[in-house]
């Protein structure tokens, strides 16, 4: 099973609940594998002591011009969605930062005057998190996208293992690629306006892509009534409420998970499970 | 010679832009014949902008920008493509164009 954790706005809570949930797992015996895919900002493993196996580059291709051959036509600036490359009747320049390596210019020139040459963007690391198969990535400072980093992350689900992957912030590129191949959504908001705008943001995204989906909120407080009607207004199942307790708060900024901690808060995780696999089935 | 004037509005007697490749709108005028072209600047793009509006002024034939100073991209395509590029924010674009034949101008 794949468990996507989002939630539009940034802050909420993914990582807390992707690490906890994982660890609460892991503990009461299920096969777990935790995949961080905000490869921009990667930090679920700061909550686990790592044992590092592998670190795999990730690479994309992109375009380098043959002078010799190149007649500055122009169709490939003009096949360039990124405005990645700029021609003129003398020069065929290609701004390597601004390429997503869709490889549309090649298709585009007629005159076969475009190779394609590796680029490093990221890396993907592999190892062990207290026993938990864990999987990092990483985007390399400054480069555009990190779809494709996602894209091969993705590849280290175990179909016989709950797979549960901390996605990006937001609702753009790398978030639609991060959720795509899960069986279950689980949308991370917290208790303010902001919160609830971009869970709106949220649920329509999963809604065009038809997937089943299901709240958390933390830090609740019992004060922002429209989201809970919001909630019940659009059938969306409310899952767990993690309660706003300054206990939580110190053993996150201390890199703790607070499920090991305060084990009072240990069998939420295994509701939110059975919840989820309810509706899974 | 044509001319590339990245403005705030769509006449000669709009400002330039604070900004190049982000401006709203570009003039391209033709200082024989006097004709002016207006090209409604799409500004949506979250990257690129610099390299884009280059493409712009390539493809309407303009030898000459008149803008704010462009960024990093941007000067590096223009650069490539052998165009010449000068600064005159502050002032209208009518303007702008009078003291580039005068030689006024500060060429980036």
Redesign the interface.
């Known amino acids: 099973m794949i468990i996507a954790i989002l939630s539009g706005k940034g802050g909420t809570g993914k990582t807390t609940v992707s690490t906890n949930l994982a660890y609460v797992l892991d503990k009461k015996g299920h096969s777990v594998k935790l995949i961080d895919l905000d490869a921009e900002e990667p930090n679920a493993h700061l909550f686990f002591d790592i044992d590092y196996s592998e670190h795999i580059d990730v690479d994309v291709k992109i375009p380098k011009v043959d002078n010799a051959k190149c007649t500055h036509c122009g169709d490939c600036a003009k096949a360039c969605q990124f405005s990645a490359i700029v021609v003129s009747s003398k020069s065929t320049l290609v701004f390597a930062h601004l390429c997503h390596a869709c490889g549309a210019c090649l298709l585009a020139c007629k005159y076969n005057a475009l190779e394609e040459i590796p680029k490093n963007i990221g890396k993907i690391s592999l190892g062990s998190a207290n026993g938990i198969d864990f999987v990092k990535s990483q985007m390399n400072i400054g480069e555009p996208s990190a779809v494709r980093i996602i894209r091969q992350a993705k590849k280290y689900t175990n179909k016989n293992k709950i797979n549960i992957l901390d996605c990006p912030p937001g609702v753009s590129c790398p978030t639609v690629e991060s959720i795509q191949m899960a069986d279950f959504c689980v949308l991370v908001t917290e208790p303010t306006p902001f919160g609830l705008h971009d869970l709106k943001l949220a649920v329509d995204l999963t809604r065009q892509f038809g997937l089943k989906i299901g709240i958390v909120i933390n830090r609740y407080d019992n004060k922002l009534i429209e989201l809970e009607s919001y909630l019940e207004e659009n059938n969306i199942p409310l899952l767990l409420k993690i309660p706003y307790d300054i206990k939580i708060a110190q053993s996150y900024s201390k890199g703790k998970l607070f499920s090991k901690e305060i084990p009072q808060y240990e069998n939420m995780f295994v509701e939110l499970y059975n919840k989820i696999l309810e509706i899974v089935q | 010679m044509k001319i590339l004037l990245a403005t705030k509005g769509q006449t000669l007697d709009s400002a330039i832009d604070e900004r190049f490749a982000r401006a709203s709108y570009f003039l391209i005028y033709d200082d024989k014949t006097g004709q002016l072209e207006v090209i409604n600047n799409n500004q949506e ?1 979250s ?6 509006a ?2 712009i002024a ?2 309407n034939g303009a030898s000459a920008i008149i803008s704010a100073m462009p960024g990093q ?1 941007a000067l ?2 223009i650069r ?4 010449k590029v000068y600064e005159a924010v502050g002032l209208s674009a009518k303007h702008a164009i009078e003291k580039l034949k005068s030689n006024e101008l500060k060429e980036l």
Request: charge should be negative; aromatic fraction near 0%; charged fraction near 5%.
């Open positions: 793009l990257h690129g902008a610099g390299p884009q280059v493409q390539i493809d991209n590096q395509a490539a493509a052998n165009i």
